[in-house]
């Protein structure tokens, strides 16, 4: 069973690279730096290379460069899910391997953290599917994977590195520059939104086609022999990126069989200018911009965020700067780490949003705020009860008046306004106190777990949600005095009695959400009490004692106040989800 979200102690963040791959972690607690793994043979920016090793195994990164008789060597093997396969894909073998030796270095991590993993933000919904059921796979032995946006992180650890969430009033273009692909991502208001585009332009276009000078150029018996051979093909685009970034030499030590390739290519590389190679991609690069332009960045960008290995190209930043002149644009000192950084930050952010819904929770269903609730609603039902009990045995009563002497019902005020006229001041009172206690319990909350405090708790009116149960409850008891009303006189119509202007009836059941129960008004529910008996004092004065009695049996039954909990914890609930979402779609 995989690790609940809220157990996590540490986070680890595994930047699966088709050129190069990182992880990073740190403790979801605590409050030091995120930690980059060097491997023992000092890779920190693992070669995405995998070869077998019989009879031990599978090697990774330089080392399945370096050791001797090494099989099915590949490398450059992330690519877009084409569909569900049987077998592994060799990214996720490459992956397993990574993590494992990661673990070996650091047991006591593996059984208490969640694994982010990057997928490339231009990839559609249905490929980052597949690649997340694929990847699935590395959690068979209990451990949690979740599969995150490359870009998005990125840009979470840009904006973490300046010590607060991706601003919501501010539009950033992020720009990460992979080996095999380059992603465009735009957030607006805090929603990220990935651009459909760049899916075929990664650094590795480079590399492929300095390879294929390099295969003609270099051609001869011996270059030609080793570049038949397992894995040869994937050496020679190695050799390719290696000249690309200059640095050929960590090669030396590679497999004796490869050595033609790797001495062919540098004798070539001598003399080869590199410049249209880099031009070429620079014009395909500046195209892709100006299409995100045209056709998706319709508000240009306040700031730019360079990240991934080939944002250090010498071209980038002035090829940004062109086609979005106001721009900030910031590079990561370290692009190549930025992601796997980015996902630590990123996930650690996610844990502390589920901790925070899951303390938030408790507060709310807890038995103490549920106390204190059902304190308020008990006196708010009292405090309506005696009002209208008080006004429902007055000749002075304003309603009364109007309703005998034939005002019509429009001119009265509704049922549920005369109400809070004459308790809900009092009731508000106690409302704004209510909030007074829990908005520092829960920003306390928000604060433990690193998350804005801007929040304001909202207590629905208590009189609105007490009312509307109070107006139901009446219902019965008036029901059962009329009822009991017997031997009207003959003449009388079987409806109300005719009156000047139209009244409304006490209705069936009220309906009440956040809207005012409308036209049932006090005089209402005397003449829905007395039905057709001839009007007279007497019989106002009766109709005013059987309101009252109805009035002193209603209770307030343990479904009704159950009702108005709910109501009521929902009102306290939503602004703490809002919150939460608000994070959530900061970390997308």
């Not at 673990?103 to 006591?108: G, K, N, V």
């Not at 979470?156 to 992020?174: E, I, K, Y």
Request: charge should be neutral; proline fraction near 7%.
């Amino acid at each position: 069973m995989a690790l609940p979200l809220v157990n996590a102690k540490y986070v680890v963040g595994l930047d699966l690279g088709d050129g190069e791959s990182t992880i990073a972690w740190r403790a979801v607690d605590g409050s030091g730096p995120v930690e980059v793994f060097r491997r023992r043979n000092g890779e920190v920016r693992v070669l995405s290379a995998l070869g077998t090793r019989p009879p031990t195994g599978r090697v990774i990164g330089v080392d399945a460069v370096a050791t001797p008789g090494v099989l099915h060597f590949s490398v450059s093997f992330k690519q877009r899910p084409p569909g569900k396969q049987v077998m592994s894909p060799p990214y996720v073998v490459f992956a397993r391997t990574l993590l494992n030796e990661f673990f070996a270095r650091h047991p006591a991590i593996r059984s208490e953290c969640v694994v982010y993993i990057g997928h490339p933000s231009g990839w559609p919904d249905h490929a980052v599917q597949l690649y997340r059921e694929h990847l699935d796979e590395l959690g068979d032995k209990g451990g949690r994977i979740e599969v995150v946006s490359e870009a998005h992180s990125a840009l979470v650890h840009a904006a973490d590195r300046s010590g607060r969430l991706p601003r919501h009033d501010r539009t950033v273009l992020v720009v990460d520059i992979g080996s095999s692909t380059t992603d465009l991502t735009v957030v607006a208001g805090g929603e990220p939104s990935n651009l459909p585009l760049g899916t075929d332009l990664g650094g590795a276009a480079i590399d492929r086609a300095i390879a294929a000078v390099l295969r003609v150029r270099a051609a001869g018996p011996e270059f030609d022999r080793a570049l038949a051979s397992d894995g040869g093909e994937d050496f020679l685009r190695l050799v390719a990126r290696r000249i690309k970034e200059g640095s050929p030499n960590d090669l030396f030590g590679c497999d004796p069989r490869w050595r033609p390739l790797l001495d062919g290519s540098l004798r070539v590389a001598r003399r080869l200018d590199l410049r249209p190679f880099l031009d070429e991609w620079a014009g395909r690069f500046r195209e892709l911009l100006w299409q995100a332009r045209q056709q998706y960045v319709h508000t240009p960008p306040d700031q730019i965020i360079l990240t991934g290995g080939g944002s250090r190209l010498p071209f980038v930043r002035s090829v940004c700067a062109a086609i979005f002149p106001k721009a900030r644009i910031d590079n990561d000192p370290e692009p190549q780490l930025s992601v796997a950084r980015g996902l630590v930050v990123n996930g650690r952010y996610r844990v502390r949003v589920a901790r925070f819904r899951s303390d938030v929770g408790a507060i709310v269903a807890g038995k103490e705020l549920a106390a204190t609730l059902e304190q308020e609603v008990d006196d708010a039902f009292e405090a309506i009860r005696a009002a209208l009990l008080a006004q429902a045995q007055t000749d002075r009563d304003v309603l009364v008046h109007a309703f005998l002497f034939g005002v019509s019902a429009e001119e009265l005020p509704s049922a549920a306004d005369y109400s809070r006229s004459l308790v809900g001041e009092h009731l508000e009172e106690r409302v704004r106190q209510v909030n007074r206690d829990l908005v520092p319990r829960f920003r306390e909350v928000c604060r433990r777990y690193g998350l804005p405090a801007d929040l304001e708790i909202e207590v629905p009116e208590l009189h609105d949600v007490v009312f509307a149960e109070f107006a139901e409850a009446v219902q019965a008891p008036l029901s059962k005095i009329r009822d009991q009303e017997s031997n009207p006189p003959a003449a009388a119509p079987s409806g109300p009695p005719p009156l000047r202007g139209p009244v409304v009836v006490f209705p069936n059941k009220f309906e009440r959400g956040v809207q005012h129960v409308q036209n049932a008004v006090v005089g209402a529910q005397i003449l829905g009490l007395i039905g057709g008996i001839v009007w007279d004092w007497n019989q106002g004065r009766k109709a005013r004692r059987d309101l009252r009695a109805a009035i002193l049996s209603v209770q307030l039954t343990p479904q009704s106040r159950q009702a108005i909990l709910a109501r009521v914890r929902t009102a306290v609930a939503k602004p703490l989800e809002d919150k939460a979402g608000e994070v959530e779609r900061a970390l997308a």
